[in-house]
């Protein structure tokens, strides 16, 4: 009997929830696709079917934890973006509020991170993501400057880079201090800062607060 799409994508969430504990538990490096079979109660081969290798399920929950950026440009592309830097102040708290409110980011985003800082494969395709993001964050940026809701000297491209620095700034500092740099308080208060100084007289974006957003 063929599958559902919804039993695949059952299926999926499972194999994505037992990889997440097991690499937690074991590094990514100790755990096997057989492991991570057993764990999600299915085969290695479905655990393939969806995933191929390894390092495909550690870049699915990479996206499963970074689909702010996604859901943003989506909006722009649906022409339902009427307020643009608002719609970056809202990307950026959800960055920050869904990271810092799930027990698990932080520990695969250091998983994912020390990654890619000594596998080629996984140094490629953090740069194809990253590019992706700033892509995004410049196009919206770009709608913000048309529309005339772009403070001068920012142009689009100062102010996607600047913001795209500040976030990756701020991830970076979480990721490696466990203790001094609270996400939450300090990062948001970082990119609200930067995010006023964008806005136009009479337009206004939204504070960022630590009220959880739901995908």
């Known amino acids: 009997m063929r599958r559902t799409s919804e039993e695949a994508a059952a299926t999926r969430r499972r194999i994505l929830s037992a990889a997440e504990a097991i690499f937690i538990e074991k590094g990514y490096d100790g755990t096997s696709l057989h492991e991570i079979a057993a764990e999600a109660a299915v085969t290695t081969g479905a655990v393939q079917w969806h995933?191929?290798?390894?390092?495909?399920?550690?870049?699915?929950?990479?996206?499963?934890?970074?689909?702010?950026?996604?859901?943003l440009d989506k909006l722009l592309e649906a022409g339902m973006i009427e307020k643009p830097l608002k719609a970056i102040a809202d990307f950026?708290?959800?960055?920050?509020?869904?990271?810092?409110?799930?027990?698990?980011?932080?520990?695969?985003?250091?998983?994912?991170?020390?990654?890619?800082?000594?596998?080629?494969?996984?140094?490629?395709?953090?740069?194809?993501?990253?590019?992706?993001?700033?892509?995004?964050l410049g196009?919206?940026?770009?709608?913000?400057?048309?529309?005339?809701?772009?403070?001068?000297?920012?142009?689009?491209?100062?102010?996607?880079?600047?913001?795209?620095?500040?976030?990756?700034?701020?991830?970076?500092?979480?990721?490696?201090?466990?203790?001094?740099?609270?996400?939450?308080?300090?990062?948001?208060?970082?990119?609200q800062t930067i995010l006023s100084s964008y806005e136009c007289a009479g337009v206004a974006t939204r504070k960022l607060s630590a009220v959880r957003l739901i995908k």
């Open 51 to 71: 995933f191929g290798q390894k390092m495909y399920i550690l870049l699915a929950l990479r996206d499963e934890l970074c689909w702010h950026a996604r859901k």
């Open 92 to 136: 950026a708290a959800s960055a920050i509020n869904c990271s810092a409110d799930n027990n698990n980011c932080r520990r695969i985003l250091r998983i994912y991170h020390k990654k890619v800082s000594d596998t080629a494969a996984f140094y490629h395709e953090d740069r194809r993501f990253r590019q992706e993001v700033r892509a995004t």
């Open 139 to 191: 196009n919206v940026f770009a709608y913000a400057e048309a529309i005339k809701h772009l403070r001068a000297p920012w142009t689009s491209d100062t102010a996607a880079n600047t913001l795209w620095f500040a976030l990756r700034g701020t991830f970076k500092t979480w990721l490696e201090d466990d203790s001094k740099f609270d996400l939450k308080s300090d990062g948001l208060r970082i990119v």
